[in-house]
């Protein structure tokens, strides 16, 4: 049999996960991408990513040796470089709450890339 205090602390925290108000959690963003097979470098992929960045706009642009990244108000934008024995993959990956707009910069950064 349980005791009358464990029997109340068992109440409480059960009361406590009944009434306790959920928190609202943001909707995810929308995440497009598309990829090609390029005859380029992967330092000159990573270049024409982020000169395709800049043109869009983005700031904070950063990357890595494989990478780059940038970002606007409304969306976040990667250039994805991956080396193969003759080509180098390239991968773009926007992301954004508003999915017109994210699409609309994908196809922006790929046509000036």
């Known amino acids: 049999m349980i005791n009358s205090g464990l029997k109340s602390a068992m109440f409480a925290v059960i009361g406590l996960s009944v ?9 995810p963003p929308g995440v497009f991408y598309s990829w090609r097979e390029s005859e380029i470098s992967v330092a000159d992929c990573i270049r024409r990513g982020e000169a395709a960045l800049e043109a869009e706009g983005m700031e904070n642009i950063s990357g890595d ?21 003759n080509s180098t993959t ?24």
């Not at 494989?66 to 193969?84: E, I, K, P, Q, Y």
């Not at 910069?105 to 890339?113: D, G, H, M, N, P």
């Open 90 to 113: 390239v991968m773009i990956v926007v992301a954004s709450e508003d999915d017109t707009q994210a699409v609309r910069v994908r196809e922006s950064l790929k046509a000036t890339f």
């Open 65 to 85: 040796t494989t990478s780059v990244a940038g970002r606007s108000a409304d969306v976040t934008a990667l250039f994805v470089c991956l080396d193969h024995a």
């Open 19 to 27: 009434t306790t108000p959920m928190v609202a959690l943001a909707e």
